[in-house]
């Protein structure tokens, strides 16, 4: 299960729940920007810590990505020419 670093406490405790129910492994993707050691922080997703807290995050963040199924991803749609245009 991958889950947004996102997403509020609450929305990450219910996914915690189902996680456990379901015995599935779940991360979130790090989003790293710049920071300035001060007031900005290099970590870009605003409840990272809360996603950990809770468990839906990996220790580092996105270590266990590799190891989930590729299977349950959507494949990128591709838009055809003529909705395109529209």
């Keep these: 299960m991958i889950a947004s670093a996102r997403q509020t406490n609450e929305e ?3 996914l915690a729940t189902l996680k456990a ?3 599935a492994v779940s991360d979130s993707v ?3 920007g710049a920071g300035d050691k001060l ?3 290099a970590d870009k997703n605003p409840n990272a810590s809360g996603a950990q807290l809770t468990g ?3 220790d580092p963040m996105g ?3 590799p190891k ?3 299977a349950s991803m959507p494949a990128k749609s591709k838009r055809s020419s003529s909705s395109a245009r529209m």
């Design 12 to 14: 990450l405790w219910l």
């Design 21 to 23: 129910k379901l015995g």
């Design 30 to 32: 790090p989003r790293v």
């Design 39 to 41: 007031l900005v922080s």
């Design 56 to 58: 839906i995050a990996a």
């Design 63 to 65: 270590s266990q990505l």
């Design 68 to 70: 989930l199924p590729t």
